[in-house]
C-alpha cells in the first residue's frame, strides 16, 4: 500500500492512486483546512481580471474556487507534477477561466512576471528542493503580486502516547519520511531568499480529540507498523503504542494536534 508520506513525490507510479485522491478529500473535506484555504484565498487580494497560478493543484476544486474569485476577465492556471491527477481535474468540471499543466518545479511554461498571485498548499513538504520552486513563483508574479503558501512542520505534530520514546520515535520517523518534513521552519527564510517582500508567518492548529480523526488524515496506526517494520522500534512496542491509542480514543482521552504555517509575501 502506498505511505502518505512517501506517495505524493510521485503519484504517477504509485500502486494506490485511489488511496492518495482519498486523502486529499478527506483533508479538503476537514473544517480545519477548509478554513485554512478560505484563509489562503483571501491573502491572496484576487481581484476581476487577475492571473492566478495554483501550484499542486491535484484533482480538488480549489482551482474553481480561485476561477470564481478572478472572474469575468481572470485566468487561474493549474499545475501539478502528476499528469494522471491533471487529468482527473480536467474531467472534473469545464470552466472557461481555467487551464491546466503539468509542471514538475520548472515552471517554464509561465512566463516571467505575469501572474497577479500565485498559491501551494502543502506541496513543499514533498519536494527535495524547495527553494527552487519558491523562487519559480517569485518570477512569474507581476510587481506587486501576492504569493501565499501553507506548510507543516512535522516535529510539531503531537500525538499523546503512553510511552513518550516510542512516541517520539515513531512520529520522528514519520517525519523523516517526508522529502522535507521541516519545511514549516525554514519557509520564511525560503521566500525571503527568493525575493519576497512583506512576508508574514500565521501558524494554524488543528486539534484532534478522537483516533478516528487522526487516522484518517495521518494514518496513525499505520505509521507505527511501518516504524516497526523499518526496525526503528519494535512490533510489540508499535502494537502496544496503538493498543494505548485505541484504550484513549474509548475513554474520550485521546488528544492529538497537527500545526502548519500560512505564509503571504509580496513581489
Same mark, same amino acid.
Given at each position: 500500500?502506498?505511505?502518505?508520506?512517501?506517495?505524493?513525490?510521485?503519484? #504517477?507510479? @504509485?500502486e494506490?492512486?485511489?488511496? =492518495?485522491v482519498?486523502?486529499?478529500?478527506? +483533508?479538503? *473535506?476537514?473544517?480545519?483546512? /477548509?478554513?485554512?484555504?478560505?484563509?489562503?484565498?483571501?491573502?491572496?487580494?484576487?481581484?476581476?481580471?487577475?492571473?492566478?497560478?495554483?501550484?499542486?493543484?491535484?484533482?480538488?476544486?480549489?482551482?474553481?474556487?480561485?476561477?470564481?474569485?478572478?472572474?469575468?476577465?481572470?485566468?487561474?492556471?493549474?499545475? #501539478?507534477? @502528476?499528469?494522471?491527477?491533471?487529468t =482527473?481535474?480536467?474531467?472534473?468540471?469545464? +470552466?472557461? *477561466?481555467?487551464?491546466?499543466? /503539468?509542471?514538475?518545479?520548472?515552471?517554464?511554461?509561465?512566463?516571467?512576471?505575469?501572474?497577479?498571485?500565485?498559491?501551494?498548499?502543502?506541496?513543499?513538504?514533498?519536494?527535495?528542493?524547495?527553494?527552487?520552486?519558491?523562487?519559480?513563483?517569485?518570477?512569474?508574479?507581476?510587481?506587486?503580486?501576492?504569493?501565499?503558501?501553507?506548510?507543516?512542520?512535522?516535529?510539531?505534530?503531537?500525538?499523546?502516547?503512553?510511552?513518550?520514546?516510542?512516541?517520539?520515535?515513531?512520529?520522528?520517523?514519520?517525519?523523516?519520511?517526508?522529502?522535507?518534513?521541516?519545511?514549516?521552519?525554514?519557509?520564511?527564510?525560503?521566500?525571503?531568499?527568493?525575493?519576497?517582500?512583506?512576508?508574514?508567518?500565521?501558524?494554524?492548529?488543528?486539534?484532534?480529540?478522537?483516533?478516528?480523526?487522526?487516522?484518517?488524515?495521518?494514518?496513525?496506526?499505520?505509521?507505527?507498523?511501518?516504524?516497526?517494520?523499518?526496525?526503528?522500534v519494535?512490533?510489540?512496542?508499535?502494537?502496544?503504542?496503538?493498543?494505548h491509542?485505541?484504550?484513549?480514543?474509548?475513554?474520550?482521552?485521546?488528544?492529538?494536534?497537527?500545526?502548519?504555517?500560512?505564509?503571504?509575501?509580496?513581489?
Amino acid at each position: 500500500m502506498t505511505f502518505l508520506a512517501t506517495g505524493f513525490q510521485q503519484v #504517477d507510479h @504509485s500502486e494506490d492512486q485511489e488511496k =492518495l485522491v482519498r486523502c486529499l478529500s478527506d +483533508i479538503r *473535506n476537514h473544517p480545519f483546512f /477548509r478554513s485554512v484555504k478560505e484563509e489562503s484565498f483571501d491573502l491572496l487580494q484576487i481581484s476581476p481580471g487577475g492571473i492566478i497560478l495554483e501550484i499542486g493543484c491535484g484533482p480538488l476544486d480549489d482551482v474553481h474556487i480561485l476561477a470564481g474569485r478572478c472572474s469575468p476577465g481572470g485566468l487561474v492556471i493549474g499545475s #501539478d507534477i @502528476s499528469s494522471s491527477l491533471v487529468t =482527473l481535474a480536467k474531467k472534473a468540471a469545464t +470552466i472557461p *477561466n481555467l487551464s491546466y499543466i /503539468r509542471m514538475d518545479g520548472q515552471y517554464s511554461g509561465v512566463c516571467d512576471g505575469v501572474c497577479d498571485a500565485v498559491r501551494e498548499d502543502r506541496v513543499l513538504q514533498h519536494v527535495q528542493n524547495p527553494q527552487q520552486v519558491i523562487h519559480e513563483m517569485y518570477r512569474v508574479l507581476k510587481p506587486g503580486g501576492s504569493c501565499v503558501l501553507f506548510e507543516p512542520d512535522w516535529e510539531n505534530f503531537i500525538i499523546d502516547g503512553a510511552d513518550e520514546t516510542v512516541t517520539r520515535t515513531i512520529l520522528n520517523f514519520w517525519s523523516d519520511q517526508f522529502a522535507c518534513g521541516h519545511i514549516g521552519r525554514k519557509i520564511r527564510r525560503l521566500c525571503l531568499n527568493a525575493g519576497l517582500s512583506d512576508v508574514q508567518v500565521y501558524p494554524r492548529t488543528m486539534i484532534m480529540h478522537t483516533l478516528q480523526e487522526a487516522e484518517a488524515i495521518f494514518t496513525v496506526s499505520e505509521n507505527a507498523m511501518r516504524a516497526a517494520s523499518a526496525g526503528c522500534v519494535t512490533e510489540q512496542a508499535a502494537d502496544e503504542y496503538i493498543a494505548h491509542l485505541t484504550d484513549m480514543d474509548r475513554k474520550g482521552l485521546f488528544f492529538g494536534s497537527f500545526t502548519g504555517y500560512l505564509v503571504s509575501g509580496k513581489k
